[in-house]
């Protein structure tokens, strides 16, 4: 049974095991970016550390499966991952034309990116149906700084004013979540809660932590050197590559007015692009680099000549229906 209120020995504990606000941010660290991304890893790395940005195939390997299938690919032999890669490749290829379009293989995708926040929200819902209220949640993860004395505040002011912070966020994230309006989250819309990003009708939400986070000196627009700093988390040196790179995305794609600063549909365009379909995209990026013949779409051959390219070094499969043994 869950408490709400708890002793101040508490505090620490409880407040690292928030469904959301994990744990105090570190400015130096950057933001958590909104942005729909089908990896936790950057598409392009400096991995030499010679300026130059190169094609980072852990990208493909999380987008292709999900991050924890990607993981148990690492498990397999070379010759149960090929058994298992050949499998997936079937699967994509729905009108069993013995091809894989441009089409088949965004909507797997699309898939893959459900499947994996749906995974995360089945992790989190147990703990969170319990305290499914706005007021019962605020409660659970923020009630413990009731009991935090006016020293503990003064002497911890700059996490307290961050937890406040949160929990201001997350009264609004849990309201514009709330879609039905009776006061409580169901799973569906714990899922937007927990994942913003992934909803048009939270898009407001994730604009504003947007521009709350990135807006250092706070006079609500987003200039090159907060983009560049807190976004990417690079310098701004001249001589660096990735700089070069985004100041001229900046410049002449994401300030749209010319006005040198990102205000808030500039900003809109850039984390939640309306005209961008990252799937499709990244649908397009490995048919171009495993079509081998040129002709716009793959062969469940050419998906295993490129290997490498869709799964990790030793591989898996993508869900649980591909993944056990007795459904081989």
């Given at each position: 049974?869950?408490?709400?209120?708890y002793?101040?020995?508490?505090?620490?504990?409880?407040?690292?095991?928030s469904?959301?606000?994990a744990?105090i941010p570190?400015e130096?660290e950057g933001r958590?970016?909104?942005?729909?991304?089908?990896?936790?890893?950057d598409?392009?790395v400096?991995?030499?550390?010679?300026?130059?940005m190169?094609?980072n195939v852990?990208?493909?390997?999380?987008?292709f499966?999900?991050?924890?299938e990607?993981?148990k690919?690492?498990?397999?032999s070379p010759e149960?991952?090929k058994e298992?890669?050949?499998?997936?490749a079937?699967?994509?290829d729905?009108?069993l034309?013995?091809?894989?379009t441009e089409?088949?293989l965004?909507?797997?995708?699309k898939?893959?990116t459900k499947?994996?926040?749906m995974?995360?929200?089945?992790?989190?819902w147990?703990d969170f149906?319990?305290?499914?209220?706005?007021d019962?949640y605020?409660k659970?993860y923020?009630?413990?700084?009731?009991?935090?004395?006016?020293?503990?505040k003064e002497?911890?002011?700059?996490?307290?004013k961050?937890?406040l912070k949160?929990?201001?966020?997350?009264?609004?994230?849990?309201?514009?979540a709330?879609?039905d309006?009776?006061?409580?989250?169901?799973?569906l819309?714990?899922?937007d809660?927990l994942?913003?990003?992934?909803?048009i009708h939270m898009?407001?939400i994730?604009?504003?932590?947007?521009i709350?986070d990135v807006?250092?000196?706070?006079?609500g627009?987003?200039?090159?050197?907060e983009?560049?700093g807190?976004?990417?988390?690079?310098?701004t040196g001249?001589d660096?590559?990735?700089?070069k790179?985004?100041r001229?995305?900046?410049?002449n794609?994401?300030?749209k007015?010319?006005?040198?600063?990102?205000?808030?549909?500039?900003v809109a365009?850039?984390?939640?692009?309306?005209?961008?379909d990252?799937?499709?995209?990244?649908?397009?990026?490995?048919?171009?680099e495993a079509?081998?013949?040129?002709?716009?779409?793959l062969?469940?051959?050419?998906v295993?000549?490129?290997?490498?390219l869709?799964?990790?070094?030793?591989?898996?499969?993508?869900?649980?229906d591909?993944?056990?043994?007795?459904?081989l």
């Open positions: 049974m869950l408490k709400l209120v002793p101040l020995i508490l505090v620490i504990s409880l407040l690292v095991i469904v959301y606000p744990k570190n130096d958590v970016h909104h942005d729909h991304k089908l990896s936790d890893q598409h392009y400096d991995t030499n550390n010679d300026k130059k190169e094609h852990d990208y493909d390997h999380d987008a499966l999900g991050k924890e990607a993981e690919f690492k498990t397999l149960e991952s298992r890669l050949g499998i997936i079937v699967k994509i729905k009108d034309d013995g091809f894989i089409g088949e965004s909507e797997w995708l898939s893959v499947a994996n926040i995974r995360d929200v089945d992790k989190k147990t149906s319990k305290v499914n209220t706005l019962d605020l659970h923020y009630g413990a700084l009731d009991y935090w004395s006016d020293e503990e002497k911890r002011k700059d996490d307290y961050v937890y949160l929990m201001e966020r997350d009264k609004k994230k849990f309201k514009a709330d879609l309006s009776d006061g409580r989250l169901n799973k819309e714990f899922a809660f994942h913003p990003e992934e909803s898009r407001e994730v604009i504003n932590e947007t709350e807006d250092r000196n706070n006079d627009v987003i200039d090159l050197n983009y560049l807190d976004i990417y988390r690079i310098k001249e660096d590559e990735l700089a790179t985004e001229d995305n900046f410049q794609y994401r300030d007015n010319g006005d040198n600063v990102l205000d808030r549909e500039e365009a850039w984390i939640m692009p309306t005209d961008y990252h799937t499709l995209n990244e649908a397009k990026h490995l048919i171009f079509d081998d013949n040129k002709d716009g779409k062969t469940k051959e050419e295993l000549n490129n290997f490498n869709f799964v990790s070094s030793r591989a898996t499969s993508y869900g649980q591909i993944y056990e043994k007795e459904d």
